[in-house]
């Protein structure tokens, strides 16, 4: 039977850790700073759960509440190769543990 907790620790692990390591080896981060994979997925994550036709200043409204600045410009320019395939393998990462926790 599933709990909720599993849940909530599979998410908050894939959008923490899971999301910062996936961000070095496909080359989205290169170095630390706050525009890390973390904060950038829940950005994303977050931006698009609030407002699902989020434009890009939403996006960054929700960056500065998890303490990053960057501008719509900044933003748009993450929008790379790198990026995508960033995104795909965090999505592919979170599917797992959480299928797990729910099909336990």
Known sequence: MTSIPQVA???IEVLTNTAQTIARTTGFVRR???RDGARFVQ???FGYMT?????????VQTAATLGVAITPQGLEQRGTEAAATW?????????QPVYRAIYR
């Open 87 to 95: 995104l795909q393998q965090v999505l592919a990462a979170v599917v």
């Open 51 to 59: 407002t699902p036709d989020a434009a890009l200043e939403d996006l």
């Open 43 to 45: 950005t994303m994550v």
């Open 32 to 34: 630390d700073s706050k």
């Open 9 to 11: 620790h599979a998410m």
